[in-house]
């Protein structure tokens, strides 16, 4: 069974960085294009950003040139560097593969106050 665990996140004053982690488990990992999404409150699901198996890289505008997605196939873990964090940002952080499965964690809170 595939599981999906997040790590990482947190209260940060805006400006400041989170390095958060999912770990993948029950899946064949190294030949997933995965992603990092996030929900806010009252908001849809939104894609962060995307990393295919070799490392090649998207992101939404949102987040281009602050945040960092990579990944460690030796480890089925996929990391978000997010750094110059901003109060839009706040949201729960989950990730999956791309395009997305129906296996979801639990998420990742991140807070960033202003």
């Known amino acids: 069974q595939v599981q999906l665990v997040e790590s990482g996140g947190g209260l940060v004053q805006a400006g400041g960085s989170l390095r958060l982690s999912c770990a993948a488990s029950?899946?064949?990992?190294?030949?997933?294009?995965m992603g990092w999404y996030r929900q806010a409150p009252g908001n849809q699901r939104e894609l962060v950003a995307t990393?295919?198996?070799?490392?090649?890289?998207n992101y939404a505008d949102s987040v281009k040139g602050r945040f960092t997605i990579s990944r460690d196939n030796a480890k089925n873990t996929v990391y978000l560097q997010m750094n110059s964090l901003k109060p839009e940002d706040t949201a729960v952080y989950y990730c999956?593969?791309?395009?997305?499965?129906?296996?979801w964690g639990q998420g990742t809170q991140v807070t960033v106050s202003s």
């Open positions: 999956n593969t791309f395009p997305q499965s129906a296996y």
């Open positions: 029950g899946m064949i990992f190294n030949i997933h294009i």
């Open positions: 990393i295919t198996s070799v490392g090649i890289t």
